[in-house]
């Protein structure tokens, strides 16, 4: 039924379009006659049928326009609210750090971390300081958290940051609250171990590992982490002592140097 519809519509068009084509080529006018104005009248029926198709075609291209507008405007401030947030961070953590400068004597810069170590096991950090910023080899690493490693290569504009968890690292440290002492060795894990702690010592979980100060390298009182397990069962002569690091590598992007 639809069809027989539209074809009668496009017969008339054709009708329609050949009358006023033979009007045209005769050259004489038929103004008045009802011939005439069945035309006119057939003719706006026809463009007022032909807007009516084309409105909702032009309403779909409108449409789909201010899509792509406001689309492309969501983009455009998700991308300033990710800016934002970032400024917002950083800004955290130069807070952070600058006040953790002010409580600091020794410091010898605040470096960038620019560049992560390839190795699986070998946890280093690449730093944008260097000899010609004050920064030494072995000198200490920190962050408002607690110690992050030790400078273990340094050129003049920049150095290599050894992380707590690096297997090559270790640190004289003590219990904060039974003063036992042992040495802290990174494992290229996220944790540590507490070595050397004589199985009779009060070790629990959840104790404050802080540097001692006795292997003359790093300062004293600085957080390394907590205790996570300690194993008394089959241990030998030592504890076995995971340490959970306060400090989390992935979590680095600025450290503070101190001597």
Known sequence: MFKKKVILFLSFVVILFSIMTYQ???????????????IYRAS????????????????IALRDNDNRVLKQRVDELM??????QEALMENKRLREILGLRESQTNIVAVAKVIG???????????????LS?????????????????????VSDSYSSLLLLTDINFSAAVRLQESRKEGVLSGT????????????????REGDIVATSGLDLLFPPGIPA??????????????????????????GIEEVLIIK
């Open 44 to 59: 706006a029926a026809v463009t007022s049928v032909s807007e009516a198709i084309k409105r909702p075609f032009r309403l």
């Open 133 to 153: 910023a004050g920064i030494t080899r072995n000198s200490t690493a920190i962050t408002p958290k607690g110690l992050a490693g030790k400078i273990f290569n």
């Open 188 to 203: 290229g894990t996220g944790k540590a171990l507490l070595k050397y702690v004589p199985p009779e010592a009060e070790v």
């Open 116 to 130: 992560r170590g390839t190795s699986h096991w070998a946890h280093t950090f690449v730093l944008d300081k260097g």
């Open 79 to 84: 991308l300033e609210r990710m800016k934002y």
């Open 225 to 250: 982490g907590y205790i996570s397990k300690v194993d008394r069962q089959g241990s030998g002569q030592f504890l076995y002592i995971e340490v959970v690091p306060f400090v989390d590598n992935a």
């Open 24 to 38: 045209s080529r005769k050259g004489y006018s038929l103004t008045g006659s009802p011939l005439t104005i069945l």
